[in-house]
């Protein structure tokens, strides 16, 4: 019922930047936080960032911190993450994910939709 659509991965070299999109569609979007998670082959999916349903707040995952930010367009239902100065280790597919509440929040239990991901790939 609830979709969310990821776009914006593709391969990139160290140093370069991104910018994926979740458009989210069969919801009220604005009443909700929306976070980006991320998984690398064999390692277990982590949290990347969050934002809270009106916009107005903010969370990092220290490794992306200072490189990464989330935004938002609650008329276009779309959330946004700007990758800058991308490491090798950014490798790993992304997934946009919409929460059960309007408060941010690094938790995977408390995000209730999830979308199909996007990869990610940073070369040397």
């Known amino acids: 019922q609830v979709q969310l659509v990821e776009s914006g991965g593709g391969k990139v070299q160290a140093g370069g930047s991104l910018r994926l999109a979740c458009a989210v569609s069969g919801r009220t979007f604005s009443a909700n936080a929306m976070g980006w998670f991320r998984q690398a082959p064999g390692k277990e999916r982590e949290f990347v960032s969050t934002?809270?349903?009106?916009?107005?707040?903010?969370y990092y995952a220290d490794s992306v911190k200072g490189r990464f930010t989330i935004s938002r367009d609650n008329a276009m239902n779309t959330v946004f993450l700007q990758m800058n100065s991308l490491k090798p280790e950014d490798t790993a597919v992304y997934y946009c994910?919409?929460?059960?509440?309007?408060?941010?929040?690094?938790?995977?239990?408390?995000?209730?939709?999830w979308g199909q991901g996007t990869q990610v790939t940073v070369s040397p």
């Open positions: 994910a919409a929460a059960h509440r309007a408060t941010i929040t690094a938790l995977a239990y408390q995000y209730a939709s």
């Open positions: 934002i809270s349903g009106s916009g107005g707040n903010t």
